[in-house]
């Protein structure tokens, strides 16, 4: 057992350790955006998908005795796609095909350790039922310590393993644990061939068990699907909407497998009334949090247990149907292919069907459809007069709810638009004071405006008084300019451009674009040469030539986050090497989460710069500026020397003991404010 058990164990743990490595280590090549992670779950939830096929085809389709061969021998050839490494290369066409170029990616890096490490779990269940016949049932206790080893893993990604080692030293060390396990799983398949009887077939080491009807296998598949889609559904909802951090990636995740570890372990914790009973509690809370207007830790907490009961739910009345050992690889395919479809539909079909969220609520609805399901024939036993009319009711009018909640998504909008970086609404409100307003939204972060009795005025973070028209008013006035901005947002700074300037607008997102130029008229008022450039700034950055700017403006964001590659060391080298002498360059931080200050003081330290802060506080008064937080880094001999519009910013000084974040180091927990 102790044997079974430990590969179980290093099998999972390195299967859901590899996932943030992975994640982290390509991240900055696709912009920074949160899809990313959706989409390394769906990969990872189809490599599961092919790894619970080939356990089942093993299972049914070769002798007992001959398993343990074919599968030590592609675990020692996987050997050989070791370390897992990403290819750089893989950058030069993340822009043109951003989704399939992740998957491509993965796919190369980590594509055979990840597949054979998704076959420990079910394998290794089969083969202990095998060797310890009269110990069948027991065999689920492993799947219950698989998803133990996952949480863990996860868990101490953030708290341990990320602040301590950058992304090359992690990818090594995963690297030498796989080669462990591989020594694990081959003793384990060495010990199976001497333990089970020479010639023996699955079917009569495991005795007859008739195989579950369609109906059944069905509702594998649906509940297992909405517990996937509602993990990817709220994680995107967290990440995007709430806050960007890695912690808030691992904490849906972390419920989703404590939800299996609980009902697979010991069925006894789902205590089936009570979960049933908090289930439609956690529609409504669910629906609150879709009404929009909560404050942030309301939002985490309501999301988060939420999920947990649903997944409870799901998992538990998966647990009450799980099938005799006979047909245990045929039950986890089914689970598997519920997570791949559940995955498939948030990270691949959603973004091209819909220009709003609706998969949570179609999740949702979904959700209650199949509980309904499940309990229909207990329904019928205990009141079959009024049970089911009364349930299909409930069913109808929670339908009609999440429809109209949906519609709200995009109701009273201008223009609502989505892919693979974000969901970007276009909205005309009144302002009282300053007339009709056109605002540019993404999740719930203001990303551009413009009061249209008033379209030449700068707005928002880059009014006239904010750090970077401060930074813009230091600037020669005898010459032309050479202008740089990363991130377009509405184009509110074309406004500061002259006759004879130029600037270069670097945008990751084509919609971005279109509706900047459609719907604002900042790009086409303005008197400087625009140059719109798409892709990421920092990567059409570095492969560029010298573009000698006067300043280059860093205010790309994701949600309410800077992606971390745009303020790394090596992201600021090639910012510097695009500055002409005395060239400025101005980074926006405003920022509900994070507090970058530390960031951008080891930054400027690194450069040999002086790093000013300049603040625009609430409560400042302008009804056309936003509170608004800009770091401008100088030369010491311009420091020493401030124009008058720069004079009075905050030099930040770097921070004992902070680490500058690299390519391959950050740490988020260090700046949370």
């Given at each position: 057992?102790?044997?079974?058990?430990?590969?179980?164990?290093?099998?999972?743990?390195?299967?859901?350790?590899?996932?943030?490595?992975?994640?982290?280590?390509?991240?900055?090549?696709?912009?920074?955006?949160?899809?990313?992670?959706?989409?390394?779950?769906?990969?990872?939830?189809?490599?599961?998908?092919?790894?619970?096929?080939?356990?089942?085809?093993?299972?049914?389709?070769?002798?007992?005795?001959?398993?343990?061969?074919?599968?030590?021998?592609?675990?020692?050839?996987?050997?050989?796609?070791?370390?897992?490494?990403?290819?750089?290369?893989?950058?030069?066409?993340?822009?043109?095909?951003?989704?399939?170029?992740?998957?491509?990616?993965?796919?190369?890096?980590?594509?055979?350790?990840?597949?054979?490490?998704?076959?420990?779990?079910?394998?290794?269940?089969?083969?202990?039922?095998?060797?310890?016949?009269?110990?069948?049932?027991?065999?689920?206790?492993?799947?219950?310590?698989?998803?133990?080893?996952?949480?863990?893993?996860?868990?101490?990604?953030?708290?341990?393993?990320?602040?301590?080692?950058?992304?090359?030293?992690?990818?090594?060390?995963?690297?030498?644990?796989?080669?462990?396990?591989?020594?694990?799983?081959?003793?384990?398949?060495?010990?199976?061939?001497?333990?089970?009887?020479?010639?023996?077939?699955?079917?009569?080491?495991?005795?007859?068990?008739?195989?579950?009807?369609?109906?059944?296998?069905?509702?594998?598949?649906?509940?297992?699907?909405?517990?996937?889609?509602?993990?990817?559904?709220?994680?995107?909802?967290?990440?995007?909407?709430?806050?960007?951090?890695?912690?808030?990636?691992?904490?849906?995740?972390?419920?989703?497998?404590?939800?299996?570890i609980l009902c697979f372990d010991a069925p006894r914790?789902?205590?089936?009334?009570?979960?049933?009973?908090?289930?439609?509690?956690?529609?409504?809370?669910?629906?609150?949090?879709?009404?929009?207007?909560?404050?942030?830790?309301?939002?985490?907490?309501?999301?988060?247990?939420?999920?947990?009961?649903?997944?409870?739910?799901?998992?538990?009345?998966?647990?009450?149907?799980?099938?005799?050992?006979?047909?245990?690889?045929?039950?986890?395919?089914?689970?598997?292919?519920?997570?791949?479809?559940?995955?498939?539909?948030?990270?691949?079909?959603?973004?091209?069907?819909?220009?709003?969220?609706?998969?949570?609520?179609?999740?949702?609805?979904?959700?209650?459809?199949?509980?309904?399901?499940?309990?229909?024939?207990?329904?019928?036993?205990?009141?079959?007069?009024?049970?089911?009319?009364?349930?299909?009711?409930?069913?109808?009018?929670?339908?009609?709810?999440?429809?109209?909640?949906?519609?709200?998504?995009?109701?009273?909008?201008?223009?609502?638009?989505?892919?693979?970086?974000?969901?970007?609404?276009?909205?005309?409100?009144?302002?009282?004071?300053?007339?009709?307003?056109?605002?540019?939204?993404?999740?719930?972060?203001?990303?551009?405006?413009?009061?249209?009795?008033?379209?030449?005025?700068?707005?928002?973070?880059?009014?006239?008084?904010?750090?970077?028209?401060?930074?813009?008013?230091?600037?020669?006035?005898?010459?032309?300019?050479?202008?740089?901005?990363?991130?377009?947002?509405?184009?509110?700074?074309?406004?500061?451009?002259?006759?004879?300037?130029?600037?270069?607008?670097?945008?990751?997102?084509?919609?971005?674009?279109?509706?900047?130029?459609?719907?604002?008229?900042?790009?086409?008022?303005?008197?400087?040469?625009?140059?719109?450039?798409?892709?990421?700034?920092?990567?059409?950055?570095?492969?560029?030539?010298?573009?000698?700017?006067?300043?280059?403006?860093?205010?790309?964001?994701?949600?309410?986050?800077?992606?971390?590659?745009?303020?790394?060391?090596?992201?600021?080298?090639?910012?510097?090497?695009?500055?002409?002498?005395?060239?400025?360059?101005?980074?926006?931080?405003?920022?509900?989460?994070?507090?970058?200050?530390?960031?951008?003081?080891?930054?400027?330290?690194?450069l040999g710069r002086i790093a000013l802060l300049v603040?625009?506080?609430?409560?400042?008064?302008?009804?056309?500026?936003?509170?608004?937080?800009?770091?401008?880094?100088?030369?010491?001999?311009?420091?020493?020397?401030?124009?008058?519009?720069?004079?009075?910013?905050?030099?930040?000084?770097?921070?004992?003991?902070?680490?500058?974040?690299?390519?391959?180091?950050?740490?988020?927990?260090?700046?949370?404010?």
């Amino acid at each position: 057992m102790l044997l079974f058990a430990t590969t179980v164990f290093l099998s999972a743990f390195l299967l859901f350790q590899v996932q943030p490595i992975v994640a982290k280590m390509i991240l900055p090549w696709f912009g920074g955006s949160s899809s990313v992670w959706t989409l390394c779950m769906v990969f990872f939830q189809v490599e599961l998908l092919l790894g619970y096929a080939y356990v089942h085809w093993v299972h049914e389709k070769l002798r007992p005795q001959r398993q343990p061969w074919v599968h030590g021998a592609l675990l020692l050839l996987s050997l050989a796609t070791l370390p897992v490494v990403a290819d750089p290369a893989w950058k030069l066409t993340a822009q043109a095909q951003p989704t399939w170029s992740v998957l491509g990616v993965l796919a190369t890096t980590v594509g055979v350790p990840y597949l054979l490490l998704s076959t420990t779990g079910p394998l290794m269940q089969a083969w202990f039922a095998r060797c310890f016949v009269e110990r069948g049932q027991q065999t689920y206790r492993l799947y219950a310590l698989s998803n133990l080893a996952s949480m863990l893993a996860l868990l101490s990604y953030p708290v341990l393993v990320e602040p301590r080692l950058a992304v090359a030293p992690q990818a090594w060390i995963w690297s030498a644990g796989y080669a462990l396990f591989v020594l694990s799983c081959v003793a384990t398949a060495a010990y199976t061939l001497r333990r089970q009887q020479v010639g023996a077939h699955s079917t009569q080491a495991l005795g007859y068990a008739p195989r579950p009807p369609l109906r059944e296998i069905l509702l594998w598949v649906g509940l297992a699907a909405c517990a996937s889609t509602l993990l990817l559904a709220l994680t995107r909802h967290l990440t995007q909407d709430v806050a960007p951090v890695p912690f808030l990636w691992v904490l849906p995740l972390a419920l989703y497998l404590l939800s299996f570890i609980l009902c697979f372990d010991a069925p006894r914790y789902y205590v089936r009334p009570v979960f049933l009973a908090a289930l439609p509690l956690s529609f409504v809370a669910l629906d609150r949090v879709m009404a929009g207007g909560l404050d942030v830790p309301w939002l985490v907490v309501l999301l988060c247990s939420a999920l947990f009961v649903c997944c409870m739910v799901c998992h538990g009345e998966l647990v009450r149907r799980k099938p005799a050992v006979r047909h245990l690889t045929l039950f986890y395919l089914m689970l598997s292919v519920g997570g791949a479809l559940g995955g498939l539909f948030v990270g691949l079909l959603a973004p091209t069907l819909f220009s709003a969220y609706f998969e949570l609520p179609i999740a949702l609805w979904s959700t209650g459809l199949l509980v309904t399901c499940a309990l229909w024939t207990e329904i019928g036993r205990r009141a079959p007069r009024w049970g089911h009319a009364l349930l299909g009711l409930a069913l109808l009018i929670f339908g009609a709810r999440l429809v109209d909640v949906s519609l709200n998504d995009v109701r009273g909008y201008t223009e609502v638009v989505r892919n693979f970086y974000s969901q970007t609404r276009i909205e005309d409100s009144m302002d009282e004071d300053l007339g009709p307003v056109r605002t540019m939204v993404h999740g719930r972060i203001t990303h551009g405006e413009q009061y249209l009795h008033h379209a030449g005025k700068p707005t928002a973070y880059y009014c006239e008084r904010s750090g970077v028209a401060r930074a813009l008013a230091s600037l020669p006035t005898d010459r032309p300019r050479q202008l740089g901005v990363v991130g377009l947002g509405a184009g509110t700074l074309a406004v500061y451009g002259r006759l004879g300037d130029e600037m270069r607008v670097y945008e990751i997102n084509d919609q971005v674009v279109d509706l900047a130029e459609r719907h604002f008229s900042y790009l086409r008022d303005t008197s400087a040469r625009i140059v719109p450039v798409l892709g990421d700034g920092r990567l059409m950055l570095e492969r560029e030539t010298p573009q000698g700017f006067d300043l280059l403006a860093m205010d790309a964001f994701s949600g309410d986050s800077i992606p971390t590659h745009l303020v790394t060391l090596e992201a600021f080298d090639a910012y510097t090497r695009h500055l002409r002498p005395g060239g400025l360059l101005a980074v926006h931080i405003t920022n509900t989460y994070l507090d970058l200050r530390p960031v951008m003081a080891a930054a400027a330290h690194h450069l040999g710069r002086i790093a000013l802060l300049v603040e625009l506080a609430s409560g400042h008064g302008d009804p056309f500026c936003r509170r608004s937080s800009w770091v401008v880094f100088v030369s010491p001999e311009q420091a020493r020397a401030l124009p008058p519009s720069l004079q009075g910013a905050e030099v930040l000084k770097p921070t004992l003991g902070f680490r500058p974040w690299t390519d391959t180091f950050s740490n988020l927990f260090d700046i949370l404010k």
